[in-house]
């Protein structure tokens, strides 16, 4: 098992968050955010705000990727931090 850790400064251009791995990964992912309407979208490499699931300011959240499956991040507004924790089981 190895640990991926990151803290990404997203805007409006999708950026990726999450790179693949050759194994399945627990993607733990934090909206750094504590000021209200200020969310972080997360999605595949075409995201926009309206094809994606957003974490509210504060909120975290599990996914679970399958190897080589990446994820991709955009805020609404520009410049909020999102924090990710990447489990890969090897």
Same mark, same amino acid.
């Given at each position: 098992?190895?640990?991926?850790?990151? =803290?990404?400064?997203?805007?409006? %251009? %999708?950026?990726?968050?999450?790179?693949?791995?050759? $194994?399945?990964?627990?993607?733990?992912?934090?909206?750094?955010?504590?000021? /209200?309407? $200020?969310?972080?979208?997360?999605?595949? =490499?075409?995201?926009?705000? /309206?094809?994606? #699931?957003?974490?509210?300011?504060?909120? /975290?959240?599990? #996914?679970?990727?399958?190897?080589?499956?990446?994820?991709?991040? #955009?805020?609404?507004?520009?410049?909020?931090?999102?924090?990710?924790? %990447?489990?890969?089981?090897?």
């Amino acid at each position: 098992m190895t640990i991926y850790s990151a =803290q990404h400064t997203l805007g409006t %251009a %999708a950026a990726r968050i999450v790179p693949p791995s050759t $194994q399945p990964q627990e993607v733990h992912l934090h909206n750094m955010s504590k000021s /209200s309407n $200020q969310f972080v979208h997360v999605g595949n =490499q075409n995201i926009t705000l /309206s094809n994606s #699931i957003h974490l509210d300011p504060g909120e /975290s959240r599990i #996914i679970n990727l399958q190897a080589s499956q990446d994820l991709w991040g #955009i805020s609404d507004p520009s410049g909020i931090k999102v924090g990710v924790l %990447a489990v890969r089981k090897d």
